[in-house]
């Protein structure tokens, strides 16, 4: 059983009193801890739409969403609550620091809000800006800081409740490709500490370095497929060109091919001197006769 599952999950927008516009028409997957998933689509292909609903703040769609067993629209009010602050941790393309905090304050907000012990909060907050490596710049105010350094702020403070999932729109989008490199490398590691970690990109790039690729297009999930199994099929796929086989299978080819039209002579031989030897020896005409 998936411990997140999405069924049928379907969104229309209402772009007039009389319009809509389906922008998911029927996505199912099941996603498990330790995974780090790729959401990958075009821009407007309903990635953020998606990752809005499996994070709470979206709550009018239609389908299911199971997580370990429990389905959201079940939840009450207060349960809600309590996912979208403690049991998913959101992580956006521009970061969404508050600018008047200090780096270490927007790490602990999160677990401010869910009235954690103060000093629970600063010790935490130091932890997880260690495992970002961004604990040097806990004093610092985040227009001190550049977007990659932002960036592995806003993952600490997505980490800050401990939540199951992790859930990451464009996280590398702003950023120049050492940055995203990092970004990506922490993500992995969160994943493979056993959460859940989706990333959203429309960069085949940043979706190669997942361990899972769910492609969204027509409001469908057009194909899912693990990383490594995109490879080899590639690799199956590709078309070997004459000029790449090497002088040593050439020989070896045209060898076998020589075997097997010498085997085939010698069988048609064999059978041609069987049927002449029955003609000769029943043919009243042909049998030599002892006594001549
Ligand atoms: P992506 O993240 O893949 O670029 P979005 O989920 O942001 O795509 O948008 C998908 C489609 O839904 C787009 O055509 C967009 O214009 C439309 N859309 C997104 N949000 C809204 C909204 N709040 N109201 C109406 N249409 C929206
Ligand atoms: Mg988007």
């Known amino acids: ?55 709470g703040l979206d709550t009018n769609y239609t389908g299911s969403i199971i997580l370990n067993g429990e389905f959201l629209k079940d939840f009450t009010e207060r349960q809600m609550d309590d996912y979208r602050k403690k049991r998913v941790g959101m992580i956006f393309q521009s970061y969404n620091l508050i600018s008047n905090m200090s780096v270490l304050d927007n790490v602990k907000i999160a677990m401010k809000m869910s009235g954690i012990d103060e000093k629970i909060q600063t010790d935490r907050a130091i932890k997880l800006l260690k495992v970002v490596k961004m604990e040097h710049a806990a004093g610092k105010m985040p227009n001190q800081l550049s977007g990659g350094q932002k960036q592995r702020v806003a993952i600490a403070r997505a980490l800050a409740n401990n939540p199951e999932i992790i859930l990451a729109d464009e996280p590398t989008g702003a950023l120049d490709k050492e940055s995203a490199e990092l970004v990506m490398l922490i993500l992995k590691k969160i994943a493979e500490s056993g959460k859940l970690v989706i ?28 990383v490594s199994s995109v490879k080899s099929k590639t690799l199956r796929r590709r078309p070997v060109r004459a000029g790449s ?28 001197a069987i049927g002449i030897a029955a003609v000769i020896s029943y043919s009243p005409y042909l049998r030599a006769s002892p006594t001549m």
């Open 1 to 55: 059983m998936a411990y997140l599952q999405l069924a049928n999950i379907k969104k229309e927008y209402n772009i007039s009193r009389t319009e809509t516009q389906s922008v998911l028409r029927d996505i199912s997957a099941g996603f498990k801890q330790g995974e780090l998933v790729a959401l990958l689509g075009e821009s407007g292909s309903g990635k953020s739409t998606l990752i809005n609903i499996l994070g």
């Open 199 to 226: 990333v959203i990109t429309h960069s085949q790039k940043v979706a190669d370095s997942c361990s899972r690729i769910v492609s969204i297009a027509d409001g469908i999930i057009a194909q899912d497929v693990k």
């Open 245 to 272: 086989i090497s002088t040593k299978n050439t020989m070896a080819l045209a060898w076998n091919n020589l075997w097997r039209s010498r085997q085939r002579s010698i069988l048609v031989s064999i059978a041609m």
